[in-house]
């Protein structure tokens, strides 16, 4: 059985034609073709006994496979003051285990002419191979591997680390990167997405081995995980594979997971300033709690949030780079999570254009109820993101990823078909309630840049900026500030 859906035609060839024209000055671009009809296979699933759900989504036609074994948290489950636990435990699976060192597991894989990688995220962790279906019993054996008995040797710690500490060194220092681990905090606070997923040098430094194996022994455990398997498959194939290599795994309770609390109306928008003194530029953010992924809101957010910032001619980017050359580029997200997830939107900039740009972040979320998102706007904002989906169904990765996101959300499989007709399905008025709903209330600003250059502009519009200097800033407190 196949689940059918319907795109329009050449969404891609309209948007880079939508592209190109906006770069020449015309305003009046094509409309989109007429819809023709898109089939996608049905995953089917099964449970093992120790309480691994499998996933199997058969596509005969290509000699591929993709494995993807999901566990279902992630960075939100770090520790206190220790952010980064669960992205170092990700990445290690990769780097060693009982019988295979990290260089013998990539040499394995690389013999297959696969890849494997592994690593964590918002809300899930997990390992992925890709081979060719005749190497799938082989590339299976190495991925059991390294996730049920992956060591977390003290050398391999230690080389993680150091090049986390490397990267973030080189990331503080630009207004772009900070500015998005200073907005974390000031959207969340102390709540479990307030902090860097990635770590800070101070809990880089400080986690230990013992960190990463509670971390571990809590969470990977089968009941808390899925097996999804994607390519010239069969059902029958796909659970003989998760009963050879994943059967013996023991069921262990999971641990309690703390719950994400925060909402669009106990957050209090704050205007925050870090004063780089040294950048050349200001990066200028504004942000705030939206939607979780099983939202009814979804897809309503979907399309408003493409309307506002998705692509070169989206409201923001038309607004702040075509018309004024403010900056190479203006854009908005909406990364809804198992807890309320955020809305971001930012533009980097002039260090003394950002207040102008701050200006027009914030008024451009007002437009949206103001100047409804309407006509050929709203075919074009909806056509960009069934464009991308199609295109992202394309590989056997691209149907791993969207499965392990429907697995880690608890969404039923057919949400995989509803995607594109759900976003089609969005009206003008849907947008409007969706960005009166959860645009009302201003956001909060985070600028970083050097203040002297734009902080006398910025307190003309925006009052109650908070100042912190860059020596200052300790981004493992929700008030971002050093104790004294």
């Excluded at 394309?394 to 969207?402: F, K, L, P, R, S």
């Amino acid at each position: 059985m196949k689940i059918r859906s319907t795109l329009s035609a050449g969404v891609l060839l309209a948007t880079v034609v939508r592209s190109v024209l906006a770069i020449g000055g015309i305003d009046t671009p094509p409309a989109p073709s007429a819809t023709h009809e898109m089939s996608f296979p049905e995953p089917k699933e099964a449970k093992l006994e120790n309480g691994l759900r499998v996933i199997i989504m058969e596509r005969p036609t290509l000699p591929l496979f993709a494995a993807h074994l999901l566990v279902r948290n992630g960075s939100e489950v770090d520790p206190d003051n220790l952010s980064g636990v669960a992205s170092m435990t990700g990445s290690l699976l990769t780097k060693g285990t009982g019988k295979r060192t990290a260089p013998e597991i990539a040499s394995a894989i690389e013999s297959l002419g696969g890849s494997i990688e592994s690593g964590a995220r918002w809300d899930s962790s997990g390992a992925t191979v890709i081979v060719m279906s005749d190497k799938a019993d082989a590339a299976l054996e190495i991925l059991s591997d390294v996730v049920l008995h992956a060591t977390f040797k003290q050398e391999e710690i230690d080389r993680l680390k150091n090049q986390t500490l490397d990267g973030l060194r080189v990331a503080l220092q630009e207004p772009g990167s900070l500015a998005r681990f200073v907005t974390a905090r000031v959207v969340f606070g102390s709540g479990e997405y307030g902090h860097a997923a990635s770590g800070i040098p101070e809990t880089v430094q400080a986690i230990q081995r013992d960190d990463i194996l509670k971390l571990y022994k809590s969470y990977y455990t089968p009941s808390n995980a899925a097996l999804i398997l994607v390519g010239n498959v069969t059902v029958e194939q796909g659970r003989a594979y998760a009963e050879k290599y994943f059967g013996a795994w023991k069921k262990d309770q999971v641990a309690a997971v703390k719950k994400a609390d925060t909402t669009a109306a106990d957050m209090k928008a704050k205007n925050v300033v870090i004063d780089m003194a040294q950048a050349g530029q200001a990066a200028v953010t504004v942000g705030k709690p939206a939607i979780k992924r099983n939202s009814p809101d979804y897809y309503a957010g979907l399309v408003t949030n493409a309307a506002l910032g998705t692509g070169f001619v989206s409201r923001l980017n038309n607004e702040i780079r075509i018309k004024r050359g403010l900056s190479y580029g203006a854009r908005s997200a909406i990364d809804a999570r198992r807890g309320v997830g955020p809305f971001v939107a930012s533009a980097q900039t002039k260090n003394e254009s950002a207040a102008e740009v701050a200006t027009l972040l914030q008024s451009e979320l007002k437009r949206l109820v103001t100047e409804p998102v309407q006509g050929e706007e709203l075919k074009s904002r909806q056509a960009v993101l069934t464009g991308g989906y199609a295109r992202s169904l394309e590989t056997n990765a691209g149907y791993v990823a969207q499965i392990a996101g429907l697995a880690t959300y608890d969404l039923t499989l057919d949400t995989l078909a509803k995607f594109i007709p759900s976003i089609n399905a969005v009206k003008t008025e849907d947008v409007t309630a969706f960005a009166t709903k959860y645009f009302g209330a201003p956001p909060s600003l985070i600028i970083v840049g050097k203040a002297s250059e734009f902080l006398e502009a910025l307190k003309k519009t925006f009052a109650d900026v908070t100042v912190i200097g860059q020596g200052d800033l300790d981004l493992n407190r929700p008030d971002l500030t050093k104790s004294k």
